[in-house]
Every structure is written in structure tokens, then in C-alpha cells.
């Protein structure tokens, strides 16, 4: 997420077997790029996280203190740190948490705060976690391939064209974009099989990142990067010229005098990224393969995806 951008992880498909009718049932009346946005969440606030909340032993990892998502966050299921067993520790620099507790994973340590957090295990299986997360951010407003509007983003000074079929789009395509992980980019897709190799060249990038951007630790705050997401998802559209109205999925053009709107930024697409980088590379390479599996760089610099694409995720019809 963007937006949602986001995630990986086993459970992944079992979350969101209870996350989309959430997703569902709030679309119709909040998203970040509307001006009133809160006034979803008391609805929200109803709806129970369901029965895999008490179906896993508790062990090390963080977990929600009541079986809801925090009414409370910006967007659906965004920031549950005022609900989390961790909790306190959202407010303070994710550096300072993960130095703390070494060998600790990050998404182990605050599993759950927000819908794209949540922890899967030890051992990664990078292509799996990507189609669970292609799955699980498809409903409910995917359209088909190439049946969204094509929208043209100006990013960095670069023109580059995506069709939007689901509304996370534009955040996720300029997303992989930016961190140079689309297909096409230098990044195959086989290497994905190998997950110490991933891992590694996940690593690589996040050094790269930190190399360029020197992120200060206050920077890095979870608290803020759960807030942030759907910010980051505004900007995406703002970039495109366009406020998208998530209560009939139209596309309201030029974003042009809207006060909240600016453009993104390749920093504000790295600090994203960083931020799991400093959770663990197992979980930056987890975000590395979701943004590879879904979306590729074709010429005249537009942005395909799936069966456009050299590779396509196995196993699903797109
Ligand atoms: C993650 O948090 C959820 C929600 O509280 C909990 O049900 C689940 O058991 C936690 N996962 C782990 C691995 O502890
Ligand atoms: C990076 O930022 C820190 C402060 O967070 C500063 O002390 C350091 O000099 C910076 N390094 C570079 C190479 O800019
Ligand atoms: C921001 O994006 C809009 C819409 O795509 C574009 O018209 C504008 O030139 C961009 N501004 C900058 C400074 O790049
Ligand atoms: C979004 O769509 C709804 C339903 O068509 C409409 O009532 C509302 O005014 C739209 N919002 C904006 C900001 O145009």
C-alpha cells in the first residue's frame, strides 16, 4: 500500500482472508485522497478481526491486545500501536528497537500493527508471499489488465505512463519504479528461488539507499511509517494529476489547487522502503519480490504488468 504497497509474508492470504471484507466494507466511505477520511473508521472500529486472531500460539512475537483494528488510524488497519503488546515501542526509532533486540524480526516484534505488517515465519518463500500479496491487495476494485485508466505520472523528472486497474496502483508501480525493482530494471524474477541470494541483493539495495539518503534515526519511527503509507498513496496520484474518489472509483482530474497535494519523491519512495530494511532484510526482500513478481519497465518507459511482463507469477490467471 500502497498504499498500500505491500507485503509478503505466509499468512498472508490467511490475513487477508479476513482483511478484504474489511477492505470492502470501508472502501465506500474513506481513502487518504478524499478530505474526509475519519469517517469511516467508526465502522471499522465494528468489525472483529475474526478467528485467526486466536487461532496461533502466542509466542515472542507482537500482537493485538482485542481482536479489532484500532479505529483510531488514518486508514483501515494502518496503526494498531495503541493496541499492540509493543506498542510503545512504535513511538521510538525502529533503530533503537531492532538494535535492542538482536535477531529479533521486526515484523516478528510488531506483527500486526497494520495490515502489511505481519509476520510469516523464519524461512521465506519469496514467489508464494508475492502472490499472496498480489491476491490479497486484488479485490475489490481491480478492473482486468489494462482496463484502468492510463494514467501519466511526472516523477523525478521522468514521464512514465501505468494503467491503474485497482486503485494501488499508482502507489506500487512508481514504488518499484523508483527502487529500480520492476522487471526490466535489472532485477530477474529467477533469482527469487534462491532466498539467501534475494535476501542478499535486498541488503545491497537497502545499502544503496542509505548510501544516497543517510536517513537519521528519528527519521525512522513506526508509528510514522504506518501514518505515512496513505499519504504516500496521495502523493502517487497527485504526481499523476489526479484525486481518486474511492467511494465510486472514479478519477477526479487535475489534483491541481488541492491543497494536500504533492508530488512524491524517490526519497520519500527509499524512507518507505528503508524503514523494512531496517526490520530485517528478510522483510525488504519480501517487499523487493512482491514489486518484481507484479510489474515490469517496457519501452517508451510504461510500466506493464503480469502477463505483459517477461515473468508472471505462477500458479494465477492474470
Ligand atoms: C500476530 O498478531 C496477531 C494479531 O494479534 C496474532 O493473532 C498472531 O498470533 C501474531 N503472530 C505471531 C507469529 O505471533
Ligand atoms: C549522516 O547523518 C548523520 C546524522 O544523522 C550525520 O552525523 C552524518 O555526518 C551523516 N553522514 C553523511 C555521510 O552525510
Ligand atoms: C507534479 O505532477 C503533475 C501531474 O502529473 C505535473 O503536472 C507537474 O508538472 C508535477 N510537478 C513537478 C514539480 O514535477
Ligand atoms: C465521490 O463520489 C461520490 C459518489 O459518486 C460523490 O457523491 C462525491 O461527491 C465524490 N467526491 C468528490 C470529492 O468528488
Redesign the pocket.
Known sequence: MPVRNLMQMASFATFFSFFIPMWAFARSSGHAADSDMCSSHAQISMLQLGSVLTQQPQNQCGHLLIDACDPRANYRCSNNCRIHSHGADCFRSVVDVMNEHPGTDGYCWFNATAFWVIYAGPVPHFEDEAVSGILGLREPDYKGLNKGPLL???FEGQVITSYMDSAHYSFDDLYGYALGFLQGQGLDPAWMKDPSRWISLSQQACDRIQQSYNFSNEELVLADWLDHNQVLASMAF????VIYNITDQSLLASSRGSPSCR?ITRRDMAKHHYVKCVLGHRNSAGDMAYLNSRACLLEGNRIGHFSECPYSPPGVDF
Open positions: 501519466t505520472y511526472y497527485c504526481s499523476a494529476g508530488n
